[in-house]
Each structure stands twice: as structure tokens, then as C-alpha cells.
């Protein structure tokens, strides 16, 4: 029998909030028996995506962002969504070194740093309706 299990968080916008859906993601991820390095891909995953939710996706605006988790077997599926401004052009978003805040010295790194440390990672964006980042990892078998 294959391992299922999900979980969903709501939380402000607020730039406090990120370090805590980090660790909340990573402890949830942590019942497949992860390595260290697993660990840490999925919580600079997830940092990245709600970081990019917060700056971009509302634009001091208040509002809220979810993540959530699900788990299939070996692998696991996260995704960070806001309800903000959307994003105009997904692809020249994913571009390294594209940002669209250049006044916050902002490095534009954020979509390259999550296909860096998950197998997958989608987009999908309309403008006025928000953004969904959803990521992928699969989580290796131990011996």
C-alpha cells in the first residue's frame, strides 16, 4: 500500500511568515524519511516560492498565501499560491536574472532556484486572479 497524506496552511502575507512555511512544509515532508539534503531542497523551494508570493504577488498589498502538501508514495507535491496581481509574462519570469521589482535590488533568481532543487516546477498565473506554484520532488529510497 502506497503512503498518501496532505495538508494545506493559510497565513498573511507578511515577511515573517516565510520562515515559518518553510519549516512547516519540511516537517510535513519529514514522515517520508528524507535526507538532509532533501530537507533543505525542498525548504529553499519553498522559501523561494512564498518569498516570490509576498514581494510580487501582492506588492504591499495585504492578503494571504497557501501552501499546500501532498504526498504520493515517493513523491511530493507543494504548492504556494497567492490571490494577487498575477504574473504578466510567466516565461520571461522564469528567466534567471529577470525581475519585475529591479528598485528592491531583488536578484531575479527565484523560479531558477526552485527548478534547482525540485525535479518540477509549474506555473500557472492569470492577471488580477493570483499565482499557483506547483513543485515537485521525488524522494529517494533508501537502503
Known amino acids: 500500500m502506497r503512503f498518501s497524506n496532505d495538508m494545506s496552511i493559510q497565513f498573511p502575507n507578511k ?16 514522515q517520508l524519511d528524507v535526507t538532509v539534503e532533501e530537507l533543505s531542497d525542498v525548504k529553499t523551494a519553498v522559501s523561494e516560492a512564498v518569498t516570490n508570493a509576498i514581494v510580487h504577488g501582492y506588492e504591499n498589498m495585504k492578503g494571504y498565501i497557501t501552501v499546500a502538501c501532498r504526498i504520493e508514495g515517493d513523491l511530493v507535491e507543494i504548492k504556494v499560491s497567492d490571490s494577487g496581481h498575477g504574473i504578466p509574462d510567466v516565461e520571461k519570469a522564469r528567466q534567471p536574472l529577470y525581475t519585475s521589482r529591479p528598485e ?3 536578484s531575479g533568481m527565484g523560479f531558477t532556484v526552485m527548478e534547482t532543487f525540485m525535479d ?6 492569470a492577471l488580477g486572479v493570483g499565482t499557483t506554484v506547483i513543485m515537485k520532488k521525488r524522494i529517494s529510497e533508501k537502503d
Open 15 to 30: 515577511s515573517a511568515n516565510e520562515g515559518f512555511a518553510r519549516v512547516a512544509a519540511a516537517a510535513f515532508v519529514a
Open 104 to 106: 528592491l535590488e531583488r
Open 120 to 125: 518540477e516546477v509549474d506555473v500557472v498565473s
